[in-house]
């Protein structure tokens, strides 16, 4: 491991290594643009000049490798002028966008020309016109003008999605940014390109002209829509979630997130969200009060298994809920006594970078947690098939994810002849309008608790929205389900059941949340996925 | 005037363990020292005549979330012999946040170490009476604690209950003997305020009477506190000037010049000859506003209802003139982190020499209205008398502490902005009663007036902004049109002016004594702690002491001559 | 330069006497009256001296620099200047400002969908007109803000509007002065 010295600092480097990442992560902010730690080199923004003992000139750091003894200074008067240089050169055709540019806040122009340019402006000429909001994909708004060349989208569609549709045209200073003839910016990981542009030329439409960046609040979270678990930042303000952007963690995504993913957060704040719990007395669903339709549940649960037996009760769980609650649903389970339980999942189409075809983030997790049928018990189809024959009595659904992977004959059929439909969900749904009794659901954004992703690494989430009217979670709901059926004193209160699950599931022996932490735990390989 | 590094060298010399860091940073000498030295230090450099710090300007606390010795005591203390100054610092421990009261030494260390605790739930051992100041003792939390959230709200006192009635058993002020009544009959409890006619300023004063004769007395202030620190520590730099305004809110700009210059220092930063001008200029325009509310108050208080209003149709005279330099007659807002918001507009040193020579006339007759006129000189001589060294005790600043013939004023004993070039005189008393202090204020106003008319010959052109985009918004024009200066307005306004990792106190001459600004940066847009001594809470605690013995009569006009001003004494 | 201490001048000692009274009495009648013919001629003259104002008959003349509620600059098209870039929402001290951005298709993409100004909180410190880089939030000579509501002292975008020459000769003109600094 060569030695050097930057700034003064003994620093110890891993061989082969480029001086720039080195400088990064010894806390040494060297200013760059077209570095990015998941692209190759580019070497093209001259930002991240310093000077190096021995060297005639200023070298980029992003592109020399690190030698022993070599002695680097990041701040003497030669490279503090060589980066104004990069910054007036660089701005002296920015378009005067700050007040109506997306990036504002965040922009690594107006950083570094704030930490590092001259802050005085001494060309008058007319500024470059080139095209502006370009629209370039589904999703994203090309502004040329704003573009620095950096070229890291480019890297990125060619490097990451191999779909190579952006490219760099003309020469010299007329060079601009576009895509190819044709080809548009179309596919799945098309919003990183926002992500990583460090100005505002690449945009997202979904956060077009939406909020100021400055007024967001940030929580990490991990998305929601398959089951590779990507690890994302939450941001919100005034308890609504305003975009989602990847969080980097080599072991799961790197520094993406697909498309889809990101955008799958409009449901949070959906106006047409169930929010108070409903019951079914005479031919309408009427809103009732939660601990109206909590006893409703218990009474019937218990009822049914008093008089039928638990097998005339069945359980369909969610895999979009976490670890705690499903940990808890499994204790209502056991606790009625019966073997029909399932989780409904959809499958769907996956890729080779990050989509996964388990279309839910908890898939893993409910099969840990021991929500698939035992020995004796009926998986979805059987159950549905007892149902139609009258055998089930009650059903109790969790989510709505059923309705996608059920033979709809079949489970019309059920729905019809069962005794008793139990439905918690986020939303309306076919389910809810044949439901005896309906349950509003929090959505992921609104809880705390781990999800284990398709690998079995066990991941946190954290509330970013408050929910209305103080909606009790789900792992709430099943814990009041528990008291109700007359078990003692439950709560529900994600640290807590986490340390029950890590003494009662032997996979997740040991498991707290500080183990756990911001980039996750990976569960033994010994623990096996039970799929 | 000993030098910092002498003073410091003085307490090594004589506290060889004890002192954990002593340090001079922007000029400002600190010491932090060992808890249990804390009274040692704090009678030795009280008594030691090289140093002999006889004012405690301030004491209040700064909490280091997440460190072990989570709370910072800070005292401020000044010498009015040699007017040096020095700041001790002690830690105590977020466990056991406790540390020795200095009452023994100051007594004026009272109030202050009570306010520490309210808002910091440090406690001090030996302080006569620790009790909450501003919040009231149903009061859960202590809200300058950096985990205190601030929105958060508490269970007001509604006002059926009993503590709605919250009546305290007077304490005794320590060192002072017992007044005996002249009846020794049963004592009467009297409640003057919190709102009352012959008070200007919201406190609650509670009496206890023999007849007339007041035999103890316990002031409430905290009326109006509105978390005057709690709020700048929240916003940025630039956005607490407006709240500096809403301290003394009879003479705005100078709140704003303090706080001000105390960011200033941060950046050790100094702002461009023309722009000292016109900060003095406004400052001194305020002064004369605040001592003639003061002057007029006084006078309408003890049943003069003439002169009180030709004090203030001079005071309009004085707020045109602020709104025509300002845009607003009140609520100044004027003073810039190195800057000022605007250059004088065009005429005014014309139109200042025309108010002012009104203004005299007027103050003229008020004057002539009051200085012969036989109950107004009952009332107001021999009433209120303390001497010096109590004054200087209780940490009393300003015209109340000159009219008792102490030369305390800063801008001839520290001169800043541009003070030292001025020619003006000191008014001093002789008999430091409330004739005095009356008579003080009204010749502080005519030197203002000598002031400002010489900044207006003296005032150069130039700009009236420091050349430094790291702490000034740049000029408009420019930032319309060009990229770098757009830049720099959204970096400003989004993140406000980021002053070096530091702490520093600046202390003004404000209308009513010193007012100044304890300032910790830790390097982000906002202040981590944003402190405002105010002088009317040091001045507005004698009180108590001023009024024992005297008839209840004699409570109006000494209280007028404190000039206790709510905004500034409750933050 | 120099500054020196001097003793105020006490008034003489009051010895209880009739004259001394007397003389005080004939003193206090000499200034009262002097105003009160002063006043009557200005009165008399119509060049009044006193400084009452008869609101809302009379009003103020505030100088240019005045700061009343803050207003948004209108264009000669009827449109605003603002584009939404929400600094001054972010430099309010009070929070009072509430803005939702949109898109448009003219030339500047962007305009504010909502501007809300909550007058009840509103302080008049200008810091909002001092953040904007668009001179499209100004201080207008307007004070009078009263409501029978608190609903009524949310000013919209369409009440916040004021043509840009209504205040090119007050608070724009005085604004503008500083530009070039
Ligand atoms: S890319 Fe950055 S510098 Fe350019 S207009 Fe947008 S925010 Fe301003
Ligand atoms: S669009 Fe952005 S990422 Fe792509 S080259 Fe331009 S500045 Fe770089
Ligand atoms: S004047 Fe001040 S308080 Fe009012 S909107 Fe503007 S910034 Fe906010
Ligand atoms: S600062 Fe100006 S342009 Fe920006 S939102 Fe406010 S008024 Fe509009
Ligand atoms: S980061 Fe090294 S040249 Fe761009």
Redesign the pocket.
Known sequence: MPKITIDGREIEAPANAMLLPVALENGVHVPH??WHAKLSVDGSCRMCQVEIEGSPKLVIACNTPVREGMVVRTQTPAVQNARRGVMELLLVNHPLDCPICDKAGECLLQDYSYAFGSRQTRTKEPRRKLQKRKEIGPRMI?DQE?????????R?CREITHTNE?G?FNMGDRSM?DVMEGQPLANDYSIN?AD????G??ESKDFHHKLRVWFLKKTPSVCPSCSNGCNITVHHYRDRIWRMMPRRNDAVNESWMCDHGRLNYQQVGDETRLRQPQLRRTAKLQTVAWDEALGYVARTLRDTVRTHGAESVGVIASPHLTNEELFRLGQVVSLLGTKNVDTALVVGQGDNLLIKPEKAANARGARDMGLRPTAGGLNVAAMLEAAAAGKLRVLYILGSDVWKVADPQALCGALEKVGCLIVQDVFDSPLTERAQVVLPSLTWAEKTGTFTNVKGRVQQIHRAVAPRDEQPSDGEIFSRLLNQLGEGQWHFEATAVLEEIASAVPAYAGISFARVGAQGFALPESAGDAA | MADNATILATLQSRFTSGIERSDIYRDDASVTIAPEQLLDVARFARQEASLSFDLLLDVTAVDYLGQQARFEVVHHLYSTKHHHRLRLKTRVLEKEPIVDSVVPVWVGANWLERETFDMYGVRFRGHPDLRRIYMYEEFQGHPLRKDYPKERRQPLIGPGSPQGNYQPAIPEIPGLTHVEGLLGAELMRVQLGPSHPATHGTVRILLDLDGETIVNADVQVGYLHRGFEKECESGFYYQAIPYTDRLNYSSAILCNVGYCMAVEKLFGAEVPPRCQFIRVIGGEIARIADHLLCVGATALELNAFTPFLYALQARELIWDLVNAMCGARVTSNFVRIGGVSADLPAGFADQCRAAFKRLLELVEDTEGLLLENPIFRARMEGVGVMSAERLIEYGVTGPLLRAAGVDLDLRRAQPYLVYDQLDFDVPLGTQGDNMDRFLVRLAEMRQSVRIVEQCLKMIPDGPIDIDDPALRFPGKGRVYGRMEELINQFKLVTEGQKPPPGEVYVGTESANGEIGYFLVSDGTGKPYKCRARTPSFSNTQPLAELVRGRLLADMVPTFDMINMIGGECDR | MATQTVAVRRPLAMRAGFIRSAFAILKGLWITNRHFWRNLWGFIIRKPTVFTVQFPEERLVQPNAFRGMPVLVQMDNGKERCVACGLCEWACPTDCITIYPAETADEIERYPRVFDIDMSRCMFCGLCEEACPEEAIVMSQNVEICAYSRRGTLWHKDDLLVPVDKLLDTRLFHVRRGYDR
């Open positions: 643009y077209c090309l704003r573009c620095i060349l950096c070229r890291r989208c480019v990125f952006l760099v940014l390109t990583i542009c460090p100005v030329a690449l």
